[in-house]
């Protein structure tokens, strides 16, 4: 079982052997392994950790010219504007729901770089499953400013009908499929999708993002299982941040990450220092490339670090240091390991640095206060999409709410409700 054999084989191809043999092989349907005559149990880590692969070094300084992607500067700057537009949108939600203005929010910081290297490897019309934490991925299909706010803020300009609680974003247009919180209920979605791709056979592939806590359900299991055995072309995305909430990744597994999960299932894996976002592009896009190609499943494990809280719900304090939370911040951080890399190519100084934070706050701070505004949606919407045509129960139901809101419509603030 060498180190290499992850990440060149194709999944183990049963192979039986035919009955009239004289040999003495094994002939079991199950697997295509020999006999051995000496007891020997497995050692769990054959190999002392699947290594990370990385692009950049953390002072931004390409390490192998023949693995750099080359990407243009306009590109480069487009990731860099997106991760940090990606950071001021998350300070000024979050801090409009500790004020009270909205009822949620999850940040994302830390995680850019998974987000920006992945979104730009794939096609626009790929598939995306995303659990919550990747709204960078739709920031980068061109998801706009206003219409985050306008699902944070559930007004009326909300795709989803202000239905959800916040950052539960979904687009038909980009591709990109609502989110969902029950944990990994995703992946064996995805698989199917992916499934149903491989059948139209029009060059799509599907990419799902998950995060390393969501691995441990059984749907992961499912989600993997479908997609090996029904050879989908579709990309498992596990952005392994090492923690889900309170539980750090040393109480949540005993094996090696999530990636050396893949050849359990005959996936092919790999693992990435997520906080390269040109490591992320590589790993995706060829991972994107041979899915399609091949129509077989890829499993990516980017090594990153949660640095908000789980979520507003959430005081992290509690159970890490400041101390791991500042070595993140600080000195291993995706968007300063891509400025460095921008800086040393000239493309980037202190000027534009100051004139770009200016103008995305600003533009951030025009979106937000724009979303505070609008009106809600109409209640009516309340009863609408579900069924052809309301259940009886249904329509007593809506005509008790309106004449109840009708009664005492002094605590109903209507006029600030769509029609
Ligand atoms: C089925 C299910 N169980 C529990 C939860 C509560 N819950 C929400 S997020 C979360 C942690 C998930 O961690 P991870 O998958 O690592 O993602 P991260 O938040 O780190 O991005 C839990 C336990 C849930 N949403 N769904
Ligand atoms: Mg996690």
Redesign the pocket.
Known sequence: FSLNSFFTMQGPVLQQQPFNTPEEKPQFPGASADFVERLEFIQPNVISGIPIYRVMDRQGQILNPAEDPKIPREEVLNFYQKMTLLNTMDRILYESQRQGRISFYMTNYGEEGTHMGSAAALEPTDLVFG???EAGVLMYRGFPLDLFMAQCYANADDLGKGRQMPVHYGCKDLNFVTIS????TQLPQAAGAAYALKRENNNRAVICY??????S?GDAHAGFNFAATLECPIIFFC?N?G???STPTSEQYRGDGIAARGPGYGIMSIRVDGNDVFAVYNATREARRRAVAENQPFLIEAMTY?IGH?STSDDSSAYRSVDEVNYWDKQDHPISRLRHYMVSRGWWDEDQERAWRKQSRQHVMEAFERAERRLKPSPDNLFSDVYDENPPLLKKQEQDLFQHIRQYKEHYPLDLYEK
């Open positions: 659990q919550y934490r919180s029950p944990l990994a998950f995060g390393e806590g969501a691995a359900e952005r941040n923690y889900a909430i949660r789980h």
